[in-house]
């Protein structure tokens, strides 16, 4: 075991009062709905006991940095009445309503925490559109699996169509591009870092998410199995060509069917995994850490900052240069006209 340090600024309380204050009301969910284990009334009446705890621990220091815990409590709870009631047609963004509520929230605060009072508004609206696409992002990434498993996914439940999602998904980042250009930072290297962590990695996790490359071009996958097509025409022309000059080959068993890959369980829901992203991007880690772990599936994830893979930056300004925070960061400055360049600093 090693030593670390933490962080105990103003920015990592309040991720650790929302992470605090959703985790209690999740693990409350959980034990009113008898999930699993929590099916047993004395570990169903443990875990309350344990939201109980989390709770107050949340509010009180929630409280302590001027933060009002209670909306977030009621974003979860409208979020299970709004999950209730919709069906084919429901507009997503009214079932993204409440995470965009608690993230604008969490972000706003932030600029009450920094004495800039002045920043709030835009704080709060790229906040909003944050919370709205890691809604979408979540749901687009297990809707396959959710399918499989029978759990409830907002794209499924409506009937949405992908390229639907997708337009709102870059709807989202652009808002969130426009509000940080409203947004005065206190130095040069924190806007920098903020530009890094909102304007690039926000396109490349949707391109992710849509098995899509940088500026929306097909990834690898869907011309890996164009070209697997081809291959079998190919094959099927030799293979008919073998079997007219030597007959048919011996009968052989079938090769085995390849292993399943392993299954990606949730590690933690929708809200508390936002709020635990708010607390990496708060305190640097998501930039500068190697690794940090992913806050909704708790894999190992490399920092941003650790490599640029760019081929040729040529045409986006300052994007692979480094700023002040860790030594390896993007430096596009504000309004770079570099999106998608490809950096993954």
């Known amino acids: 075991m090693r030593t670390a340090s933490v962080a105990t600024g103003e920015g990592a309380r309040l991720a650790a ?22 099916a047993r009334r004395p570990v169903a009446a443990a875990a309350r006991r344990v939201a109980a705890s989390w709770d107050r621990a949340g509010a009180r220091t ?35 309503e409440p995470t965009e509520t608690a993230t604008a929230a969490a972000f706003g605060h932030t600029a009450v925490l920094a004495g800039r009072p002045e920043n709030r ?15 979408l992002l979540d749901a687009v990434e297990d809707l396959e699996a959710d399918a499989e498993s029978g759990a409830w996914n907002p794209i499924a439940a409506t009937g949405a169509d992908l390229a639907d999602v997708r337009r709102l998904c870059d709807d989202a980042v652009h808002g969130v591009r426009l509000a940080l250009a409203d ?49 079998g025409e190919h094959g099927g022309s030799e293979e008919a060509g073998v079997r007219a000059a030597f ?26 995994g936002c709020a635990v992203w708010a607390g990496l991007f708060c305190t640097c880690q998501v930039c500068c850490r190697d690794p ?33 925070c860790c030594g390896n960061c993007c430096s596009c400055g504000d309004g770079c006209g570099c999106d998608g360049c490809g950096c993954d600093c």
């Not at 047609?89 to 079932?95: F, H, I, R, Y």
């Not at 508004?121 to 809604?135: I, M």
């Not at 090769?255 to 890959?261: I, Q, R, S």
């Not at 992913?294 to 692979?320: A, F, N, T, V, Y």
């Open 292 to 324: 940090y772990h992913d806050p909704w599936s708790g894999q190992p994830r490399e920092g941003w900052c650790h490599k640029c893979d760019c081929d040729d930056c040529s045409d986006c300004g300052d994007c692979c240069d480094c700023c002040d």
């Open 247 to 272: 007959g048919p080959p011996p009968v052989m068993p079938p090769p085995p069917a390849p292993p399943e890959p392993p299954r990606r369980g949730r590690q933690r829901g929708l809200l508390a």
């Open 62 to 96: 929630g409280s302590d940095l001027g933060f009002d815990t209670a909306l977030l409590v009621d974003a979860v709870e409208r979020q299970t009445g709004l999950e209730a009631l919709a069906g084919p047609g429901t507009p997503l963004v009214s079932l993204t």
């Open 121 to 135: 508004e835009p704080l709060e609206e790229a906040g909003r559109l944050f919370g709205r696409l890691a809604h």
């Open 183 to 231: 947004v005065a930072f206190a130095s040069k290297a924190q806007g920098r870092l903020a530009h890094l962590l909102l304007v690039h990695e926000l396109p490349r996790a949707v391109d992710r998410a849509f098995a899509t490359e940088g500026c929306g071009h097909p990834g690898h996958a869907r011309g890996h199995e164009q070209g697997q097509g081809r291959a």
């Open 17 to 38: 009062s929302v992470s605090l204050v959703l985790a209690s009301a999740k693990l409350r969910d959980h034990a009113a709905d008898g999930d699993g284990a929590m």
